[in-house]
Nanobody, 126 residues
Framework: QVQLVESGGGLVQAGGSLRVTCAAS????????TGWLRQAPGKEREFVAA????????YYADSVKGRFTISRDNTKNTMYLQMNNLKPEDTATYYC???????????????????WGQGTQVTVSS
């Protein structure tokens, strides 16, 4: 049974930093590209960042480029999202997701992902 479990969300002031973590089990983690997506109240789920199987390739939404960094540690079956210079508009539930694919596709569409976590709330106060 595949499980993706997010942690590390919380309340932070604008300009602050936060790191969210995704722990994976039940799959061969190194065979999956993974990503972070988020959903704010009343809005559709949107892409944030994705990373390839070995971590060598990454792709970011324009809204977070230069502020967020995605990374992974395949020895720990874990993915991270380091978020710096947070803004109130970053407030959302952050989801990790995994996709099994034979080639890198950036994976910026929610429909591309096979597995999802339950989400962790990030709130940025102004």
């Amino acid at each position: 049974q595949v499980q993706l479990v997010e942690s590390g969300g919380g309340l932070v002031q604008a300009g602050g930093s936060l790191r969210v973590t995704c722990a994976a089990s039940g799959l061969t983690f190194s065979n999956y590209a993974t990503g972070w997506l988020r959903q704010a109240p009343g809005k559709e789920r949107e892409f944030v960042a994705a990373i390839s199987w070995g971590g060598g390739r990454t792709y970011y939404a324009d809204s977070v480029k230069g502020r967020f960094t995605i990374s992974r540690d395949n020895t720990k079956n874990t993915m991270y999202l380091q978020m710096n210079n947070l803004k109130p508009e970053d407030t959302a539930t952050y989801y990790c997701a995994a996709v099994h694919s034979s080639r890198w596709e950036r994976f910026s569409l929610t429909s591309e992902y096979n597995y999802w976590g339950q989400g962790t709330q990030v709130t940025v106060s102004s």
